[in-house]
């Protein structure tokens, strides 16, 4: 869930439906992955804006997936410590996987690891979350049982150790925004989609919204 959606579409919080609409509209047509081809950067921040979009829009939706996922405490502070890495690739690699994660995109989070040379506690975290919501069951716990034992004091890792060796289905069942996400698909995909269906509907125009 967005801190600040407001924020991330550069507006006032007591901005109305159409000031929201047209925010959504420029940072759309900026950010596009049809007017950014290969720009990995672009495609994360329209995820996001659509994120912050349906969250203003769909309030109690967005709140009910944050309160059913049980790693959003480690999501949190994860962004916030990604926000202060600097340059460093192998970080950003991990930062964006970390985003693919976020927003769903469980295969392109796996995709863009495997661009990382050096594997450290954080990236077999990522991994066995990316792979445990594919279904990868046994690669997932191979990969969280190795974050341990590199980190083996940190809270996060035996967390998700313990739920997976322990919850079964359950545990998929219950992982809210991270599992959600891949069995009934992706939410930013489908809204994307939508909004495309909306453009052509439009005559081509330009714009996401008839309205």
């Given at each position: 869930m967005i801190d600040d959606p407001y924020k991330v579409l550069g507006v006032d919080r007591n901005a109305t439906d159409e000031e929201i609409k047209q925010a959504y509209r420029r940072l759309a047509k900026k950010y596009h992955p049809d007017l950014n081809p290969g720009d990995q950067?672009?495609?994360l921040r329209m995820q996001e804006v659509n994120a912050a979009y349906e969250q203003i829009k769909n309030p109690e939706k967005a709140q009910s997936q944050y309160d059913a996922d049980p790693f959003r405490a480690y999501r949190q502070q994860t962004y916030q410590d990604y926000q202060g890495y600097g340059a460093q690739?192998?970080?950003q690699y991990q930062q964006a996987a970390y985003q693919y994660i976020r927003f769903g995109r469980y295969q392109e989070a796996l995709n863009t690891l495997q661009n990382c040379a050096q594997r450290d506690g954080r990236w077999y975290y990522l991994s066995a979350i990316a792979n445990d919501a594919l279904g990868n069951q046994v690669t997932a716990l191979e990969h969280i049982r190795r974050a341990v034992s590199m980190e083996p004091?940190?809270?996060e890792y035996?967390?998700?150790?313990?739920r997976m060796e322990h919850g079964g289905a359950a545990y998929r069942q219950s992982a809210g925004g991270f599992q959600g996400f891949?069995?009934?698909?992706d939410p930013c995909t489908n809204l994307c989609l939508c909004?495309?269906?909306?453009?052509f509907c439009c005559g081509g125009r330009?714009?996401?919204f008839c309205c």
């Amino acid at each position: 869930m967005i801190d600040d959606p407001y924020k991330v579409l550069g507006v006032d919080r007591n901005a109305t439906d159409e000031e929201i609409k047209q925010a959504y509209r420029r940072l759309a047509k900026k950010y596009h992955p049809d007017l950014n081809p290969g720009d990995q950067e672009a495609a994360l921040r329209m995820q996001e804006v659509n994120a912050a979009y349906e969250q203003i829009k769909n309030p109690e939706k967005a709140q009910s997936q944050y309160d059913a996922d049980p790693f959003r405490a480690y999501r949190q502070q994860t962004y916030q410590d990604y926000q202060g890495y600097g340059a460093q690739p192998e970080d950003q690699y991990q930062q964006a996987a970390y985003q693919y994660i976020r927003f769903g995109r469980y295969q392109e989070a796996l995709n863009t690891l495997q661009n990382c040379a050096q594997r450290d506690g954080r990236w077999y975290y990522l991994s066995a979350i990316a792979n445990d919501a594919l279904g990868n069951q046994v690669t997932a716990l191979e990969h969280i049982r190795r974050a341990v034992s590199m980190e083996p004091q940190n809270p996060e890792y035996l967390d998700a150790l313990n739920r997976m060796e322990h919850g079964g289905a359950a545990y998929r069942q219950s992982a809210g925004g991270f599992q959600g996400f891949a069995m009934g698909g992706d939410p930013c995909t489908n809204l994307c989609l939508c909004y495309l269906a909306n453009l052509f509907c439009c005559g081509g125009r330009g714009m996401f919204f008839c309205c």
